[in-house]
Nanobody, 125 residues
Framework: QVQLMESGGGSVQAGGSLRLSCVVS????????MGWFRQAPGMEREGVAS???????VIADSVKGRFTISQDNDKNTLYLQMNSLKPEDTAVYYC???????????????????WGQGTQVTVSS
């Protein structure tokens, strides 16, 4: 069973930066996608960014130009660099993984079948 563990969340003032990390418990060599999702209180979980096994990325419009997704395959680690943070970015951030062959570019929750426990990001004004 693949396990994902997020870290790097915290509290920051508006305009600040954070980098989230997600370590995957085992090597994944075949086709896959990994993504970052977030869920604010009282809101549905939404996709933020995804990356596939070829390094192709998709960024949600709400964070485009501010957030960057990347991966280090040698470390089995996924990253989300978050700059120019806004109070509306406050949420629990989750990383997710899927090996579905058609996953490239997906920010759909139902396309992902492995999830981390989440890390809290709080942005104050």
């Amino acid at each position: 069973q693949v396990q994902l563990m997020e870290s790097g969340g915290g509290s920051v003032q508006a305009g600040g930066s954070l980098r989230l990390s997600c370590v995957v418990s085992e090597n994944i060599y075949s086709n896959y996608c990994m993504g970052w999702f977030r869920q604010a209180p009282g809101m549905e979980r939404e996709g933020v960014a995804s990356i596939d096994s070829h390094g192709r990325t998709v960024i949600a419009d709400s964070v485009k130009g501010r957030f960057t997704i990347s991966q280090d395959n040698d470390k089995n680690t996924l990253y989300l660099q978050m700059n120019s943070l806004k109070p509306e970015d406050t949420a629990v951030y989750y990383c997710a993984l899927t090996s579905w062959f058609g996953c490239s570019g997906s920010l759909l929750i139902n396309d992902y079948n492995y999830w981390g426990q989440g890390t809290q990001v709080t942005v104050s004004s």
